[in-house]
């Protein structure tokens, strides 16, 4: 009984890639089906658990016991919370680990975090022995509407981030939202940027109903899932549309030029700033800035900030605690980020709430000066 | 007048992979025309060339020189030589140096080597910014017949040869055959071994061509770029066929399951053990356990044996200096290979000279005591 009420809950949202194509089904309580659902696609497998030490502090137990009732042997691979662990050395010891647990190319390496370790441990099941079985199991929001969807994986160097990886797929996206409810409220605020996001891209009805939803989201209710679905849904249209980027998918990161290079000014430091922070405040500049240009009204960059800064997210440059190299720095990571191409920086910017466009041909000098008003030193 | 002498001398072979197709040029002086190819192919492209110090020092000054008459911007990465170097430290000091030079999505690394370098370099360039424009210049035997065609890239790892990678395939490959000339005996005695593999798998003929001209190949003859190009179109068949080895391509390893096993048995030491060396004495074994099996005649595998002796390969686990770990711990090497499937081992075997095959479900038990035999303690 509790399973059929259980299983009645779970929304599926396809993803349509070709022979690539896997489903993402999202639904509380899902972590105890996860066995089932695994063993439904893939006969006798075993199975690798990347996971963090919060992650696995909170939810580890009640996964490798759903797997192991459902006869799949499983070993776990731990690596440190936060967004250090995206990088060389934790890609080498975890890509080590799956392989001294003699997996084979058909085994399965599940993703059991947030953002951080579905980038790292797609990226490692991409690369050991060529290409091993994949799973999502996002613990975060922002994994759960973002990162867990579309295959991108990959670490950050020095050089900047997400500079490294490969284009991987999952088999199977499994969205438990009942771990949640274990998230600090400054991770999920951090995964509401990117659900804002969606509605600021091209949405603008999704959008409005946020802000005045978006309570209810925080709190666990019927919403909460439900703009789980609508943002899924959101990404698998993109990602469907343009797996490798060659176009449209780069309208996904609206906010992420600007929210990048904060990033990296502050060393991917989790304490100053995390990715979904990073957005939120790109996605204002990018507002503000699309205002600067003439291209949409200053009132939409308002209205942007309001709902931003009324959900509890950082929403300006000097939101940031610490010290910030100056704006010619910064204007260094935005060149050096992977959205350049030829001097002349591609932008995502907007005509207004839910018209955002790709923009080629932005003028370096117009976006440093941009910067230098925003972040005077 | 030279250039279209040049140029007629250039052997074409495709590689059909759909629309990651691309052909393979063989011949004499190629590495002069490398900047008028590539700028065919790439407009206003920059180049980053993967190269180790003994190739630089030999032939990178000319590469160099011909890109920049092509008004190609080249900038080159150098690492030591020896298969050392393909491994994480050195994947991930490449693949900085590859953004430290802001090479863009577009742009080109050129892997411009042996097969160390075109596998980590390709590695390289499959993962900076989730793929770049990619282009082969093997300067050994072994990687113009071999490891520059077909996409696999990858590093080696404590638990194993090439168990890290990605397919990656280039958009070219230049194969200037002038360069074997400055190539030691030894490593182009390696190299050979591969072109008999070739002969081996499933072409006869070849090998009893191989027989009686192999004189021509080691002196620089006509029969040497002969015999590369009829290696080029071999594994581009096979490649075309199964580029992910899921069934056939499989029959390339033929030597390289005990090939792998010995190389990991002597650390990767090229002093003691290349490569090709290693596949030497590994087609030599698959031979004769293939006649212990009953399957070829023990003729066959004497043939092969006197061959690759005559050219001065090693055929014999003895012919190894060195201590090696006992039968048992070889045999463990060879479980951890990829071409291990639940438990029972893929071997290719043989039913006589250009006769392989895929034999899944060898036991374990007759190929240990095999090595046994061939390596008592
Ligand atoms: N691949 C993509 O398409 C894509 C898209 C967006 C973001 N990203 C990447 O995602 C990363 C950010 O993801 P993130 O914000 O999830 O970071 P994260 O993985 O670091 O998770 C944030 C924190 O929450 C903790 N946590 C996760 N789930 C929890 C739970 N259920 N209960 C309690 N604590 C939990 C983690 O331990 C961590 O400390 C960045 O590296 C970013 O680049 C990737
Ligand atoms: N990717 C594949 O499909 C594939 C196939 C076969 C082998 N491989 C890999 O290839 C590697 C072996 O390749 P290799 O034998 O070319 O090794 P290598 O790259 O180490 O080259 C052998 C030696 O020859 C030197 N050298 C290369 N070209 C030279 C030249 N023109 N003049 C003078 N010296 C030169 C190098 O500096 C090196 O010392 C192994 O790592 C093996 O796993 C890969
Ligand atoms: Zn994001
Ligand atoms: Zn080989």
Same mark, same amino acid.
């Given at each position: 009984?509790t399973?059929?009420?259980?299983l009645? !809950? ?5 993803v ?7 489903d ?5 309580g899902?972590i105890?089906?996860a ?6 696609? !893939?006969?006798?497998?075993?199975v ?10 909170l939810h580890?137990?009640r996964l490798?016991?759903?797997? +192991?009732?459902?006869? /799949?042997?499983?070993?776990? /691979?731990?690596?440190?919370?936060g967004?250090k662990?995206?990088g ?38 991409g /690369?050991?022995?060529?290409?091993? $079985?994949?799973?999502?199991m ?5 994994a759960?509407?973002?990162? +867990? ?8 160097t020095a050089?900047g981030?997400?500079l490294?990886?490969?284009f991987?797929?999952?088999q199977?996206?499994? !969205? ?11 991770e999920f605020?951090a995964g509401?940027?990117?659900v ?7 949405r ?15 709190? $666990?209710?019927?919403?909460? *899932?439900?703009a /789980? ?9 993109v ?6 980027? *060659? ?7 609206l ?19 995390v ?5 939120s ?24 900030e ?15 605690p610490?010290?910030?190299?100056? !704006?010619e720095?910064?204007m260094?990571y935005?060149a ?7 001097g002349?920086?591609?932008f995502?910017l907007?005509? $207004?709430? $839910? ?13 440093? +000066? ?8």
């Open positions: 009984m399973d059929l009420t259980a009645n !809950a779970i929304t599926t949202v396809p349509k890639l070709g022979d690539r194509s896997y993402i089904l999202i639904g509380a899902l105890d089906q066995g089932r659902e695994i063993a439904k696609r !893939a006969k006798s497998v075993r690798a658990i990347v996971t963090d030490e919060t992650v696995a502090g580890l137990d490798m016991r759903s797997l +192991s009732a459902a006869g /799949i042997d499983s070993t776990a /691979i731990l690596v440190a919370p967004e662990s995206k060389f050395a934790t890609l080498e010891t975890v890509t080590n680990a799956i392989l001294a647990a003699r997996l084979e190319r058909g085994d399965i390496v599940v993703a059991f975090g947030g953002g951080v370790i579905g980038d790292l441990a797609g990226f490692a099941a /690369i050991a022995r060529r290409g091993m $079985g994949f799973i999502q996002p613990t975060s929001l922002l759960q509407v973002d990162s +867990s969807v579309g295959g991108k994986t990959g670490i950050n050089h981030k997400n490294v990886g490969v991987y797929q999952p199977l996206v499994l !969205a438990d939202t009942d771990v949640l409810d274990t998230l600090s409220p400054r605020r509401y940027a990117e804002a996001k969606y509605g600021l891209i091209d603008p009805d999704f959008f409005t109903w946020l802000e005045k939803n978006w309570r209810g989201i925080f709190d $666990g209710g019927p919403e909460r *899932t439900e /789980i679905a609508i943002s899924c849904r959101s990404k698998a249209d990602v469907a549309r343009d797996e490798r980027e *060659t176009g449209d998918r780069a309208l996904l990161n906010g992420h030029t600007f929210g990048h290079a904060l990033e990296t000014a502050t060393n991917y430091d989790s304490a100053r700033l990715h979904g922070e990073g957005v405040i790109g996605m204002v500049l990018a507002h503000q800035f699309s205002a600067k240009m003439n291209l949409a009204s200053p009132d939409d960059a308002r209205r942007v309001a709902h931003l800064r009324g959900v509890g997210l950082p929403v300006s440059i000097a939101g940031i610490g010290d910030l190299p100056p !704006a720095k910064l260094d935005i050096q980020d992977k959205k350049v191409a030829r002349a920086l591609t995502i907007t005509r $207004g709430i $839910g018209q955002s466009f790709i923009a080629k041909d932005v003028p370096p000098s117009a976006v440093l +000066s941009f910067l230098q008003e925003k972040h005077p030193k």
